[in-house]
């Protein structure tokens, strides 16, 4: 069988990405790709780097028949486009940030401008889409939260420490971003001239990433948040994500037994993997990866774990296909057993 997949918002990095990777699924098939820009091109016409969708029209809307719809409109502006095919029984995957924070008032706090969110009824059902932490919960979701880039690779950092007890409740993420994470839409500021030879924090302590990443760190301690400070950076390189955690250790442990703790959590993951030396971007750049390495600051009583995906992969929409694989019951590593594109 193959399942027949629509993309909002095609036009935008993480909606050009999933086309990208759909090309080659051996269970899916893009059928329908909107953008009201381009709305009338043909989508290999509107973007050369896909052009072996040569006959797939850009539309308005979604026309066909679909299976699947990922989401890849500007966070805000998803939860409406996606709860109609959620509500005609569509399996649904927003990249956006609509649907990740459970708590009451969170979007119009965080993502909404001060608006309420515009489908809370399918709040309470919406899956955080991280395999790694929700695999079964996600194969039976109709919704899915995709992650956000920032807090796929924070998570992943530190979600075996939290479960095991082995830091405190205090967590700092340092963390970089390439330009592509703006989106096409972000407007000023990412110019090559302005971000060439620069790096800036942004946000700081004031991100919507921050209460995503507290949420599910503190869904693995029972609910209990974690106090985080979370501060992002962005650097002058095209893709990728790369993530320093911090957290004081609750107990003395020492490295072999921080490596066979995350080695144990993550031996299930296809996608997730522990490494013994500090880990690139490039080592994921165009894949659905992360590398996690975690290292024991004995001197200081500190866990610190550096980890790196790529943006529009793990983070955006290689995510998001695992997740749609995982919702219809296929390999979960379907069309995305891709090697790092390198240098």
């Not at 002058?236 to 995350?262: F, K, N, S």
């Not at 996608?271 to 990866?289: A, C």
Request: charged share 15%; glycine share 10%; net charge negative.
């Amino acid at each position: 069988m193959t399942y027949r997949v629509g993309i909002i918002n095609v036009t935008g990095y993480a909606g050009m990405e999933a086309a990208r990777l759909l090309w080659n699924h051996p269970a899916a098939r893009l059928v329908a790709a909107t953008g009201r820009s381009l709305a009338g091109q043909r989508l290999g016409e509107a973007f050369p780097s896909l052009g072996l969708y040569e006959d797939l029209p850009i539309t308005e809307t979604i026309e066909a028949d679909v299976d699947v719809v990922f989401s890849s409109l500007p966070t805000a502006e998803s939860a409406k486009a996606c709860a109609p095919f959620v509500r005609a029984g569509v399996k649904v995957i927003d990249i956006a940030a609509d649907f990740r924070l459970k708590a009451p008032g969170a979007f119009e706090q965080w993502m909404g401008g001060g608006q309420p969110h515009p489908a809370p009824d399918l709040l309470p059902e919406a899956v955080y889409g991280l395999p790694e932490l929700n695999r079964d919960r996600i194969a039976a979701a109709r919704l899915v939260a995709n992650p956000g880039c920032y807090p796929a690779a924070a998570i992943l950092a530190l979600a075996p420490a939290v479960r095991a007890g082995i830091i405190e409740p205090t967590i700092v993420v340092d963390a970089k971003s390439g330009i592509s994470g703006a989106g096409r839409g972000s407007g000023g500021g990412f110019g090559y001239s302005e971000v060439n030879e620069d790096v800036s924090a942004y946000k700081i302590a004031n991100h919507n990433h921050q209460p995503e990443i507290a949420q599910e760190l503190g869904a693995l301690r029972g609910g209990e948040e974690p106090r985080v400070t979370f501060v992002p950076h962005l650097v002058p390189m095209t893709r990728g994500i790369h993530a320093t955690c911090y957290a004081p250790l609750a107990r003395e442990i020492t490295q072999a037994e921080v490596l066979d703790l995350y080695r144990d959590f993550y031996h299930a993951a296809p996608f997730t993997s522990v490494s013994t030396v500090p880990p690139h971007t490039k080592h994921t750049l165009g894949t659905n990866r992360c590398i996690v390495h975690p290292v024991v600051d004995a001197r200081n009583g500190m866990l610190v774990v550096a980890s790196v995906l790529d943006n529009l992969g793990k983070g955006a929409a290689g995510q998001a296909i695992e997740n749609m694989n995982l919702m219809l019951g296929i390999d979960q590593a379907a069309g995305l057993q891709l090697p790092a594109v390198y240098p």
